[in-house]
């Protein structure tokens, strides 16, 4: 046989064992699909995160009455009468708190269905990975809201608002008010899932962790602005809290990453 003829032979040999090594380190399991199979996946995945939301806010909705007569009685005073301006205040007012209770529960099942359509091509540390993500934005939202109720929410309401009392009467609006709250608890539940997303980049290499601990000075500027966005406050006491809650948060993420 020619030698030219069997260096040829084993040259296409490591080719082709060459490829399949290059196929066989991919996501077994992973099949590619065209895009528009893709975005229409995508769209049916959140369309069921949609039915959840709504479907969470009308198993609430009956519960909303007593939700709003305990925010108003913790926070305001049960001496102080409500006051409605239109018709359809009231609903929208209940409709706004049932929107807090129905972000804690649809969070944990977008990140699910996410799992779900990037699932094929995970490998399996991911994939536990993901699923160690579904629980935790649940446990994170909660956290984050609690903090707005106990700590934000009466800073605002005590000390801002009833400085007013001995200037004027106060006669508080239902769906402002009620406005007001579910801002700061759907506001800091959807905050506090900042660890969670930023993990999430350095993982699918959106950013490098190194270059995050880099800009912590423009991160910190930006948590400053946020802060005075999420908690209007003239005394500036709850907008110190939520950009110290928000520093430690990001902190917080960047131990995550060298956890996981």
């Known amino acids: 046989m020619n030698p030219h003829n069997i260096g040829n ?38 369309a069921v995160v949609l039915v959840w939301l709504f479907l969470a806010m009308l198993v609430a909705y009956p519960f909303s009455e007593k939700g709003m007569l305990l ?19 009231w609903i929208f007012a209940r409709l706004k708190l049932c929107l807090v209770f129905a972000l804690a529960v649809s969070i944990p099942q977008f990140f699910y269905q996410l799992y779900r359509f990037a699932g094929k091509g995970l490998y399996p540390h991911e994939k536990r990975f993901f699923l160690k993500v579904v629980p935790a934005s649940f446990l994170l939202f909660i956290l984050g809201a609690a903090l707005g109720y106990f700590i934000v929410l009466p800073v ?10 001995d200037v004027a009467s106060a006669q508080l609006s239902v769906q402002n008010t009620l406005s007001a709250v579910t ?44 802060s005075l966005f999420l908690s209007p406050d003239p005394t500036f006491i709850a907008q110190l809290l939520v950009a110290l809650l928000l520093a430690v948060l990001f902190e917080f993420s960047l131990l995550l990453v060298r956890l996981f």
């Not at 925010?71 to 205040?89: G, H, N």
């Not at 605002?156 to 009392?165: E, H, L, N």
């Open 9 to 46: 032979q084993f040259q296409d040999t490591g080719n082709k064992i060459g490829n399949t090594n290059v196929y066989s380190s991919g996501v077994p399991g992973d099949v590619e699909e065209p895009l528009m199979a893709h975005l229409y996946e995508l769209r049916n995945r959140l």
């Open 71 to 89: 925010v108003w009685k913790e926070f305001i005073s049960p001496e102080l009468d409500m006051a409605v301006y239109s018709p359809l205040e």
């Open 156 to 165: 605002m309401f005590r000390y801002v608002i009833f400085y007013s009392g």
């Open 183 to 226: 801002t700061i608890l759907a506001g800091f539940g959807v905050v506090f899932q900042a660890p969670l997303l930023v993990v999430f980049a350095v993982k699918m290499g959106l950013v490098k962790y190194q270059t995050l601990k880099k800009q912590r000075l423009l991160v910190y500027s930006a948590i400053v602005t946020l």
